[in-house]
Every structure is written in C-alpha cells, then in structure tokens.
C-alpha cells in the first residue's frame, strides 16, 4: 500500500464501533487525577536549575560580557553566553537569524544574552546579577512603518540592507480591469493589534547527558522534530546522539513551535557540567518569548456587480514581525494565500511586507498568519451587503465556492460544506428574527472563513512522508502505537488510539500510544498547520490495514474459512457464519504472529502533489480545507462603551467529527480564544519597546464570568482523502468569531470597527463620531 | 528553614522549609506533590489552587507555614477513600470531567476541579451562573470554558441521582462515557 492511497471513508467492517461516537480521552484519567507529568514535574537525581540573562535594551550592540564573578559564585556550575552557542538557526530553513544566546546583538527587550546553571534557582537568578554586560545602544524600531521606511541601522543584515523580513506579493487575474468595470468599489483599512497564547504552561525544558554523551530533552514543544534538528545544528551533535521527548504539554496554540533558547541552553549547560540541567521560564519570560499573532495593518479594496458577486480583491498588508523570522516566511504568504476561499473571486492580488521591528518576536498562533485578513475582508463583505443592502448571509451565499473547485491562486478544494455551515448558523441563530431587529443596543453578524487542513510545504524540502506511525503487537493482546505527532492537548494521541482500534477491532483498554519521542517514534513534523489529525489518522489506517490483513489471513487458514467471514470486532476475533467460532485478539494474535514471526506494521501518509504553478503556490497548498461560519449576538452598553458577547454559534465543517466531544472542544475553544483576543487582549510594548503588562492580570484572558454561551455545530462534508473523511478542527473555527462581532456591533448599533482591539474606550469614541456625522449629514451607507 | 507539621491529603507530613516558601513550592519540589501547578506564581491563573479545610485558596500566594493546622486537599487527594476502605474513589467531579471533554491539555484542571469540589461542598445545586462565579479565578485556554461547566453541571446531576463516581476505575469499560453523560 503506499502512502498516498485514500482510505475511503467506511468503517473496516461494518458499522464503526468507536469513530464518530463520543469518547474518553486516552490520557483523560491521568489529567483528571493530577498525575499526567509536565515537563516541570520532572526532576532528575542531581538536578541543576537554569536561568537566562535577558537584555534591558530594545536595540543595542553587546561590546563586551565578563562572566567571572558568576562563575565564582558558589553554587554556580555553568555559565554560557553567545558565543558558546554561536550558530544561528531558524525554523525556516532559509531564514536562519536567531541564536539561542544573543552574539554581537540584542534585538528586542528580553533578548537572551547568557544563561546560569546553580544548584537552584535563588543561586542561578544571584549570579544574573553578577554578570556584566556592556551595551552600544542603537536606534530601536517600534513602529513597523518606521521600519519600512528607515534603513539604518539595520536590525538584520540581508542583502538589500534594509528591515523587511519577507515581501510577497502575487496577482491572479486582470485584478485592475475588474476594479475599472465593476458598479461597486469599497476600499477600507483595517488592522489588526497583536495578541499572544497565553498557554497556562510556561514554557520548560530539562536536558540530560548519560555517559556516554547521549543527550535528551525533555521540552514544552508542540515539534519535538524541528528541535531535533536544531539541536543537532546548534550543538554541533550528530542527530542519532540527540533524544528529544515531549511530556504532557499545557497548552500551545502556536507558542511552542520554534525551538526556544532554553531548549539549546539547558543541552549545552548539561554537557557542561555532567548534570541534568532544568529551566523553567517565568510568566513574564513567557510574554517576551512571544511568537504571537503578528500586528498587521490592511488596506482592502474589494470590486462586485450590484447582486453582490466579487469581481475582485485587492490588499496591501503590513505586518509587523517583531525582532526575529520566525515563521515569517510563511506568515507573509499565508496573510494572502489563504483568502481564496469560501468565496469564488475571480481576480486576486496581494502584497504583504513583513518588517523587522526591536519588540518581541511574532510568529503562528491558532489560525497562523490568516486571522487578521480574514477580519478585515469579512468585515469589508457586510460593508457590501450594507451597500447593496443585501442580506450578509445570503450575499455570501451568492459568493459561495462549492466543492470541487479550485480557488483563483490555485488552490484545489475537494470537500466543502461552507453552505451547510452558513445556514446550520442561520437556524440556530434564529439569524431572520433577530437582523435588524433586536432593538436597542443589540445586534447580530455574520462571518464565514476557510484554514487549511496541513499543507504540502514541509517546512524543510524533502520527499519522505510527512506522518508516520509504528505499531508494535504483544502475545498479551496489548497494541502499542508509536506516533511522532505532539498532543498538545487537543487529543492527537487519542485519535491515533481511536484509529487503530476501529481497524483492528480493539477496545480502548488494549492501546498504548507512545507519542512524541524522537529514539522510539516515526518523524511526525508536529503539531502545527492542523495536519495531525489527517495526515497521522491517514498513516494510522495504513499501518493497522497492513497489520489486519496479516491477522485477518492467518485466521481464515486456522479456521479454514474464506477472508471475508473473519472479524476482528470489541477486543475479539469471530466467523462471520459460525457463532460458536470466536476467539480473543491475544489468541488471534499469537496465531498470526505463529505464521508471520513478530508482528508489527509501519504506517505512512504524504501530500499529493498540490498548489499553483508559480513560486510559493505551494504555500497554502493544503489537501483538504476546512470551513466556518460564525453568528455572533451582542449587547453594547452606549453609556459605557462594553460590549457584551451573549451568544457565538459557530457551524464548522471538520470533513468527520471522529470523536464529536473532541471537535466540540476544538470549535468552543477556537471561538473563546477569538473573542477574547477582540476584546480584552492586547500584546503590546510602549515607545521603549518595553511590554505593557506581561502578566495574566494586565493582559487579561477571559474568565467563565467573560466568554460567552457558544454553541458549536458539526457539519461532516466527508472530506474523499480525510481518514474516514477527516479534516482540521482546531484552528479554523477561530477566524470568523472575530469579523463576526464587528459586524454584530455594527448591527446593534451602527459603528464599523475596523481596527481591533474593541475595548470600551474604542466603541465609545466610534459612538461619538457616529453621533457627529449623524447630526452633520444624515446619509445612510456612506461611511466606507 | 523551619520544620512544618501539615496536613497533606489526609497524611500528616513534617517538612523542612524556608520562611519565605509558598506552599505550593513546597507541594512541588519538597513532597513530590506535583499535581498542583504553577502558570504564574502570582496568583493570576489559579492552576495552583488546593483546599482549605474545603475551600479553595492560591497555593503560590500561601505561605508555607500558614497551611499549619489546615487541612489541605491537593489533586492527588481529590478522590476521596471511602470509610473503611484504602482504595480511593474518583470524585464526581473528576469522573464527568473526564467524560465531557473538560480535559483538554489538563494543566489547569487539577485547580478547576478543586474549584469545582469546593463549590460543590456548599452548595449541591449550583446555577450555571454560580458554577461561572466559582470557577472564575481559574484561567483555561484551551476549552472557552463549555465543556467545564457542563462537567461541572453534569457531575451535580449525577451525584443527586447517586451514581456520580459510576465507571470512574472501570479499565474495559472506561473509555466510553455512558449514554446521556454528555450533555448535548
């Protein structure tokens, strides 16, 4: 079988006994019982605790470092600086500008300048102080259109000598004959503020060195691969002398994709000093640490004909990357790669520059790269039907792209249930009744969105699967499944165990899933772009199907019987004709395995080949998208200025729920994470590049008294290459929530937020404004 | 440093620390307690919250030695023993928030179900909306809080129909939430 044949979406045999129905997570009673062990619940014998030295100044150029009072302090086993980890490393390839101690530079407030390894931690913060640091001060970027403009100094040297990160930019059609020939134009700007994860986990990592120069890790990292990777680069180590593992993780959503300083420093400092080495980042390193949803400032324009239909799209973006690439590269395609759809728009332009600016570095949170355009188009969307005065779900409706369809940059879609989503939130919202209707101060919006489902670009070229799974049989009837993939939380390792039982007729006691350990587990490229699910449950089938026909053929010669009467079902074996004839899966198994010596079946999935024919067109190339609408109910108070969520349906069509209580999760999340990131959150730095509040009290996250009642519906659009027609769940519902509510609050009392955050004060000085215009010049719909 | 006698779980426990310790440091790195946890260490995110004699308090904000003469109920006591036995039975309120899907990366879920327990120790029929105000100073980031209050909802239904520790230990059977036990 190879890797990229489909499944299909059936069950192996009959009905499905555990997919689709809900479940238990397999690692459910750990975390309820407080004994799922995080990376800081690990201690080892002779533990030595880190701490990182971090940089006062946004900008400065480091003219000198003396270590020695450090390293004479007692307790103080190992002190390192920049150039004791000197090469650079990026975890896009072509983008390597990062160190995991700072050399020659510092870039950002936070920056990491040298690390201490002590017996604890007062001891290792005593000998920060210790150290001394002489700084040049430079010239610091705070603003991104400064960066754009301003060449000297330059925050990274590149070739052009100036401060953008990445510039993209890339048409689809006669984009400038649409807007010259279509009746309606609407140009708008809009932006989007920065926010950051805020997982409850601060990030940690513990490295040990055995005896024989063998080093692992133990880290927070939702992709144990590309730190295995850059372990090797950074340490100078042969990669088969580097184990990466990653524990329970709390939470991710993005956050703990790149490799991070402490992962290279803990490995260096236990190299050094012979002892495992542990560093647990504070909440306030946590904020700097960053690598959160990306500032960006949009200019939209969008041509339709007068029944709503788009003729074109035109946007000019400016995104404000922070310090370091990060995933910049990617970020900047996907800010206008993945628009083209739910919507069929026949011409398409983009230019997207993403600049260097001296604040902390940004990077993918949930929705990577598409949230913010996805705010402002749908936004400018209820300005047309506003214009036109058509319905916003019926003007999307017209706009609709349908299954089967490519998009105008190319992009091919299979399955599709963007229609089925628009109107599950249209019933469920009671959508017809409340438009318009409500009364004073309340309203509702619309919003539709598109994510992909994994993508094709496997961040580092190569033509190897980009999912794998191992398993292993025991005579005891235990199933172990190795799985490279990081469950970071939303369930990864339960949905492998799903997968496997149903092919081979297990119950959920008998699986054991071993994930993300790099000795003992197939490459897996992590949990990022939402492929897990699809590519790991792809090479789950492939690997149980392999391993079931081995046991499914031994036991039809044991029994004499043709293949199709034996089934392996609930932890047993039967003869579909013989009620009398049954056996458990141990006994089958030793049967098998009498006949094929050790039993064991490797599993893998890969990417067709997919995307448009132009450079990055395999950016965004994902083989298979997921869709959401969202309706969101709101009261704002006019006197106050807040604004009160009440209530977020959101339809999402995730091609399959595998297990229904796990995607609810996923769209209930996605949805809280939305709206609280339009409300409340805000990551920013003052004029110093100093962060405004780096705590969980000054960047607030929405409490149980702050989210709204959300309601999730499930549409199953049975996607042909999903595993039983499974697709991406955790990030797409997220997008929409966000133009949703401005579009609510347009709706319930008439202002068009264009630029987030929505805190009272914004909503208050829209009111005013709006009260002017309305006294000065009483014309509906002119204020686009 | 000063020896302290606690109260840990039901155990009594003597432990050495020092006078600016917080209880949850000592939980963590002195008793191998490691099921509370620390998000924040200022008493912004309630992943460290325990029990005081029933009701919930920020362990990084508690110093060590206050928890004298408390009786302090981690997550690993949660589940209480019933008399006369030493096998201890999952609490109500573990069991359905295993079932509801509350769980998700599970770092602030031993202090929400302590959370949890202590409202449900004052008062066994709690509105949605006092479950919201009890559960308020535990931050989660990956549920939007849904699946929580239903568990929560879900575990006072059982425990008034008396079967809210049903299946919790169960290995075949414990991997299916039963029928009706998960909200719609």
Sequence with gaps: MSARDQHGLAAPHGEFQIIGKPQRKIDGAAKATGSALYTDDLTLPGMLHAKTLRSPHPHARIVSIDTSAAQALPGVHGVITGKDLPTPYGVIPW???????????VRFIGDEVAAVAAVDEDTALR?????????????SYQDPKEALERDEPTIHQNKRGDNVSKRVKLDFGEVDQAFETS?????????FHGSTHAAIEPHCALAQVDGDGLLTLWSATQITHYVHRALSSVLDLAP???RVIQPAIGGAFGGKSDPFSLEFCVAKLAQITGRPVKMLWTREEVFYAHRGRHPMEMQYS???????????????????????????????????????????????????TRVFTNKPPCGPKRGHGSVQPRFAFEVQLDELAEKLSIDPIELRRRNSLGPQTKTVNGQRITSCGFDECLLQVEEASDWKNKRQSLGSGKGVGVAGSMYITGTNYPIYPNEMPQAG??????????????????????????MVAYVVAEELGLTLDMLRVVAADTDLCPVDLGAYSSRVTFMVGNAAIDASRKLRKLVVGS????????ERRVRLVKGEALDLEDPERHMTMAEAFQIAEVEHDTLGATGSYNTPTLGGDYRGGSIGASPAYSFSAHVVEVEVDEETGRIDVQEVWCAHDCGKALNPILVSGQIEGSVYMGIAEALYEHHQTNRFGLHSGPSLLDYPLATTLDTPEIKSLIVESNDPEGPYGAKEAGEGPLHSAIPALSNAIFDAVGIRLRHLPFTPDVVLRALREKRANDNQAPSPGSDA | MRVLQLEINGDAREVAAHDHWTLLEVLRY???????????????????????????????????????GHQVTTIEGLAPKPTGTLQPVLDPVQVAFNDCGALQCGFCQPGMMLSARALLNTNAEPSREEIHQALSGNLCRCTGYTQIVQAVETAVARIAQGDGASASNDGAAGHSPPDGGVPA
């Excluded at chain 1, 009746?183 to 932006?191: A, Q």
């Excluded at chain 1, 799974?469 to 339960?494: E, H, L, M, Y």
């Design chain 1, 95 to 105: 983008t390597p500008d990062e160190t995991a101690l700072a050399v020659d530079k």
């Design chain 1, 127 to 139: 000998a920060l102080e210790l150290i001394q640091v002489e700084y040049e001060v430079l010239h």
């Design chain 1, 183 to 191: 009746p309606v134009v609407i140009k708008g700007d809009y932006s």
């Design chain 1, 240 to 242: 088969h002398r580097i």
């Design chain 1, 302 to 352: 969008l041509a339709a004909n007068e029944d709503g239909k788009i003729q074109g799209v035109d946007a000019r973006i400016l995104i404000d990357g922070g310090s370091y690439s990060s995933f910049g590269l990617v970020t900047t395609y996907y800010s206008g790669q993945l628009l083209t759809g739910p919507y069929d728009f026949p011409t398409y332009r983009f230019d997207s």
């Design chain 1, 469 to 494: 799974i191992q398993i292993k049989v025991d005579r005891s009837g235990v199933v172990t499944v190795f799985s490279g993939a990081n469950d970071i939380g939303q369930g990864s390792s339960s």
């Design chain 1, 555 to 562: 036991l039809a010669k044991h029994w004499d019987v043709e």
């Design chain 2, 30 to 68: 002195s008793l191998g307690l490691v099921g509370s946890k620390q998000g924040c260490d200022k008493g912004d995110c309630g992943s460290c919250t325990v029990l005081f004699d029933g009701k919930p308090v920020l362990s990084c904000l508690t110093l060590a030695a206050s928890a004298v």
